[in-house]
């Protein structure tokens, strides 16, 4: 019977890997390796970049779209789909005493706050409350006072925010309805309007804030694919000189195993009478 060969220990792979065509394969793999991650790590930056461009397409979109009555999208007392964030709305109403300040929040990179005014909406039994951010202050600015009257206005829709440490001295840190329907007599809207423009316009008052944006901008999935491809086969080039290192360290085992060429298996002699 055929010699079993001998497994291959850790000092015949670190034997063959040593060798001088190993280690110049290795070289030649590592540079592919990082060619490769250096591709993938091109295409997670054109990931980040596309996706903020899709933010910044969607943001130029909403700011040209027409406006369209804020009772076609959405009732009172109904829940906010999603998809309706940043809609460009329409409405006429009336500004109600009762504003308050929103804190810690920050425009241009600085710190202030928001201006959060009702705007009773219709009469009657069919009135509600619709929360208007008419713009954002500095910390410590005082707010004016909304128009008086009725006013015709023009933002865009955003859910309502989760509640927050409460309402008191006529400042709160959430845009929370919940919340807001304690100190706001009435039904109310589960999202709130920015305003964009409004008639009459008042003679002075907070910035105006633009479109609604995602506080996380969500990466391109095609150029994501392509860098988890491209890592992957930085990956394999590695694995292919090592599948290689072991392949040789087999094949000198198997070659330390094999017979002379002349010699003869062990056995009875032939007869030479035969």
Known sequence: MAATAAPVTRADVWRVARRPRMVGLLAVFLAAATVCGLLGAWQLDRAR???????????????????????????????????????????TGTYEPGQLLVTGRSHGGVTGELVLTPLRVGSGADAAVLPVVRGW???????????????????????????????????????????????????IWTGYLVLASSDPAPSAGPALLGPPTPTQTSPNLQNLLYAGEWFVFGGFAVFLWWRAVLDEAHGRIRDRGRPERGDRASGPEADPRA
Request: zero cysteines; hydrophobic letters at 45%; glycine letters at 12%.
């Open 49 to 91: 970049q596309r996706g903020q461009a899709a933010v910044a397409q969607r943001q130029a979109q909403l700011v040209a779209a027409d406006p369209v009555p804020l009772d076609s999208v959405l009732a009172p007392q109904t829940a906010f789909p999603g998809d309706l964030v940043g809609r460009k709305v329409s409405v």
């Open 137 to 187: 202050l500095p910390s410590g600015a005082a707010p004016d006072e909304p128009p008086a009257g009725a006013v015709s206005l023009v933002g865009y829709l955003q859910a309502g925010e989760s509640a927050g440490t409460g309402i008191a001295s006529g400042a709160t840190d959430a845009i929370s309805p919940a919340e807001l329907l304690h100190v706001w007599t009435g039904p």
